[in-house]
């Protein structure tokens, strides 16, 4: 049973990825000229920091010094993390976006913006953007319905206390009410 190069990287690659509690979401290799570039792009359930990539790079460099896994030919290494609006392939994906905004494109046909509140085994639970001045509206969106998904950037978005549970909406409730002066 032959394995592809992409496997065989995978298979090298992978218990240098998980030993940092991080997912291998992708091994591509492309080519560039005379040379090839091997891209690994890692997450993680709190994003992967630039350090953790610079690190995990020169692990990984070493392990295909000491193999043949890219053979000969002169190769790139880029260790990187998924960009900020990556496709949602995976319930991983979905888990990881809670709270974010996403473009769906449905099954059916249509697409829909929304914020992603809850992902479960069957499905999403949606907050739907009020139009107009009207109040946003909640929808419930299963797997099957879903052809493609992508996180949305939002650059003005303001943190929402109650996403981020009870206990934090009443301590920044604390926060925000006015202090008593001291006598």
Known sequence: MSTTQSERL??????????RDLDLEEVTVTPAGRRRVLQIVVDGDS????DTCAELSREIS??????DAMGENEYVLEVTSP???RPLTAHR??????GRLVRFQLAEGGELVARLLKADDAGLDL???????RKPTSRRLEFPE??????EIEFNRKERTAEAGPQ?????????APKPKEA
Do not use: F, M, N
Request: glycine share 8%; proline share 4%; aromatic share 2%.
């Open 127 to 133: 907050e739907v953007p009020g139009v107009k001045g």
């Open 83 to 85: 960009g900020a609006d």
């Open 93 to 98: 994906h979905y888990v990881r976006a809670t």
């Open 10 to 19: 995978r298979e090298l690659v992978e218990p240098l990825v998980t030993a």
């Open 62 to 67: 070493t392990v295909l010094d000491d193999t």
């Open 168 to 176: 934090h909406a009443e301590q920044a409730e604390a926060e925000q």
């Open 47 to 50: 994003g992967v920091s630039l």
């Open 146 to 151: 879903i052809s493609k998904a992508r996180v």
